[in-house]
């Protein structure tokens, strides 16, 4: 049986007009991204795809501020438009990979599953917004937007700009673990914990309800991998390296480090919290937990990382 691989799409990799782009738009960037996972399916591996929606959710929310603002429409609960913005981008990318497998001649099935993560309602994160959500703005349209809303929390995000932060528990269980499990050994493609799954908490013995959050789609996708006993996490995004000294004179790209040297770094702070340290976090989770090797890159570098002639390699020592 082919190694399973997990491949993280970031949300932001996704959309390249900061909020202007159409569904059309959104489509043609998960039709690329989609060649890339295609290229791998057909390398032989067997392969689980998730994905972000940090920028889409936050166009949701404004979507749902702004109809209630001018026509006084019912709002949508945060979370709400975390399975909004799953199903949504689920379908695009379900759509896209089915129809570049059958344009390949590839026989293989592709499913999503509405999956729930579970989080606690006593996790510290509720008190404390990080999770970067919807456009990037100037610092000066940032002064206009916190004047306009005054209960927006904004931080500056690696340099982008600033953004809209919101809750992002940490995640504890994958509700749908074994129906996932079962589509693996289904040999389906499947999709899960887009957005980093909709936020619930236990309300008793297998009973939910939701919670407004948006969960870490790195965090929950290393959780996930864990879960199915993935060999290769890989983490995708909008640099084709991970850097240290990012964005300064003297930045340099990584090309394979170990764990050691991941958590130096991590303590000399070249890793922005709510963009790379999410992931390299995540990254350590998964192989402290038995997964066997990281690679964070860019979609289009999806070939050549899993050959080790791109990416950024993580490795145990
Ligand atoms: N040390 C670093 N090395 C490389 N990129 C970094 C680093 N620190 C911050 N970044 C930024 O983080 C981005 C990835 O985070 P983000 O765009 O939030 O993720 P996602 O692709 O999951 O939406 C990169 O595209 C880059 O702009
Ligand atoms: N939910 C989430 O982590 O989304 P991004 O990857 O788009 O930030």
């Not at 501020?65 to 709400?80: D, H, K, Q």
């Not at 402290?288 to 050959?307: C, F, H, Q, W, Y």
Request: hydrophobic share 40%.
């Amino acid at each position: 049986m082919s190694k399973l691989v997990i491949v993280a799409i970031g949300g932001n990799s996704l959309v390249r007009d900061n909020g202007r782009d159409t569904i059309q738009d959104q489509y043609e960037a998960v039709r690329e991204t989609v060649v890339n996972i295609a290229d791998m399916v057909q390398e032989g591996y067997k392969v689980v795809v998730t994905h972000g929606n940090g920028p889409q959710v936050g166009f949701a929310m404004q979507r749902v501020e702004i109809a209630n603002e001018v026509r006084g429409m019912p709002t949508i609960p945060l979370v709400n438009c975390v399975a909004d913005t799953q199903g949504g981008i689920g379908y695009q990318i379900q759509q896209a990979l089915t129809n570049e497998f059958a344009k390949r001649g590839i026989k293989k099935k592709v499913a999503s599953v509405i999956t729930q993560v579970e989080v606690s309602k006593d996790d510290p994160n509720f008190l404390n917004p990080t999770k970067p959500v919807g456009s990037f703005f100037t610092v000066e349209q940032a002064e206009v937007m916190k004047t306009e809303h005054p209960d927006w929390i904004m931080i500056e995000d690696s340099g982008r700009g600033y953004r809209r932060v919101v809750p992002s528990p940490k995640p504890i269980d994958i509700v749908e673990k074994d129906a996932i499990k079962s589509l693996i050994d289904a040999d389906y493609v499947v999709i899960a914990v887009g957005g980093g799954g909709i936020p619930v908490v236990k309300t008793g013995d297998n009973t939910y309800d939701g919670i407004d959050a948006v969960i870490d789609k790195d965090f929950a996708t290393s959780l996930l991998a864990e879960q199915v006993q993935a060999e290769t996490l890989i983490i995708t995004t909008g640099v084709s390296r991970v850097c240290i000294n990012f964005g300064k004179p003297d930045q340099k790209a990584l090309e394979k480090i170990t764990v050691e040297e991941t958590k130096q770094y991590i303590a000399e702070n070249h890793f922005a919290p709510g963009s790379m340290l999410p992931k390299i976090e995540a990254s350590l989770n998964f192989l402290d937990n038995n997964g066997s090797r990281v690679i964070i890159t860019n979609p289009e570098s999806l070939k050549d990382a899993m050959n080790e002639k791109a990416g950024t390699h993580i490795i145990k020592a």
